[in-house]
């Protein structure tokens, strides 16, 4: 009975290599799409909008819902990613041009920190969640200070596959922004179960 079980196509172990397929396909479309830099707010949402529907088993055709969500995000990811790079300028000017240096590196590791957190709960939200930018930047930090550990532990999954990809072992590289965002996804659900947010 166990042997069976363990080749069954519905054991997680089989449909999670299969899923490494999907990963791989998504982290292509996510690394294209971020080519042009202003456009990885709309890439990461993209990504993020495919991987909480995998998440939840209610995936489709993977490069229509990207493109899908790609398109229908475009201008408001965008905008708000350049926003979240003109608040990291920011933090980054104001640490070069002060006396104190050290407390300002200290404040600017703290405010990288919540910018870090805010983003990590930003663009799932926009992948969720049809709303303004300036609502959606509210939310984004109401959400993000009031589910801190869930959103921390997102981050660190995040880094740490891109770390192991650029210091360990370079194929990982390869499926970390799907592997990575989909496991965040079922964090992500759960936070967004709590407020009553179901997907489309």
Known sequence: GHIMKF?????PIWKFIGN???????S??????????????????????????MARGQEGQLIPA???SFK?????ATALWVGILLLLDLLICLQTSSVFAGAMFFTSVVLLACWALFITMLFPLV????????????????MALRNVMPVLA???????????GVFVFWPVLLVAPGLASYCNA??????????GMTLE
């Open 7 to 11: 080749f069954s196509l519905e054991n």
């Open 20 to 26: 490494l397929a999907d990963f791989f396909l998504l």
């Open 28 to 53: 292509c479309l996510w690394y294209l799409c971020c080519l042009p830099v202003v456009t990885a707010g709309a890439a990461t949402t993209a990504l993020y909008y495919v991987t909480l529907k």
């Open 66 to 68: 990207f493109f899908h």
């Open 72 to 76: 229908q995000n475009l201008k408001q």
């Open 127 to 142: 992948a969720r969640c049809d709303n303004t930018i300036g609502a959606l930047f509210k939310m984004g930090i109401a």
């Open 154 to 164: 997102a981050l660190m999954v995040t880094v740490a596959f891109f770390a192991v």
């Open 186 to 195: 079922v964090l992500f659900n759960r936070i967004f179960d709590k407020y």
